[in-house]
C-alpha cells in the first residue's frame, strides 16, 4: 500500500441505467424526452468527473461509443487535463 490517494469512476455503460439517469427528474411520456434528460444528466456527471480528475483514461474500442470518448478526450484536452487513450490495436 503506498497510501495514494486513487479512485476509478467510468461511464454509466449498462444501457438501461444510463437511459434512467434522468427519471429523478420526474416521468416522461413521451421516449424523446426521456432519452434527451438523461443524456444531459449523464453528461453533467461526466463532466463534473474529468473536471476533477488529475488524469484520465479515455477508451476507444468496439464496445464503447466512439464518439463519446472522441468528445471525452476533446474536453480534457480543451480543460488542459493530462490524459491517456487507449485503442484496441
Known amino acids: 500500500d503506498l497510501g495514494l490517494d486513487i479512485s476509478f469512476t467510468s461511464p454509466v455503460t449498462d444501457h438501461d441505467s444510463s437511459d434512467a439517469a434522468g427519471d429523478f427528474l420526474g416521468h416522461e411520456n413521451i421516449q424523446f424526452w426521456r432519452d434527451h434528460k438523461s ?11 474529468l473536471k476533477a480528475s488529475d488524469i484520465a483514461i479515455i477508451r ?25 487513450t487507449l485503442h484496441n490495436e
Open 39 to 49: 443524456s444531459k444528466v449523464n453528461a453533467i456527471r461526466t463532466q463534473a468527473l
Open 60 to 84: 476507444f474500442g468496439d464496445k464503447y461509443k466512439q464518439w463519446n470518448a472522441a468528445f471525452d478526450a476533446g474536453y480534457c484536452a480543451a480543460l488542459g487535463k493530462t490524459y491517456i
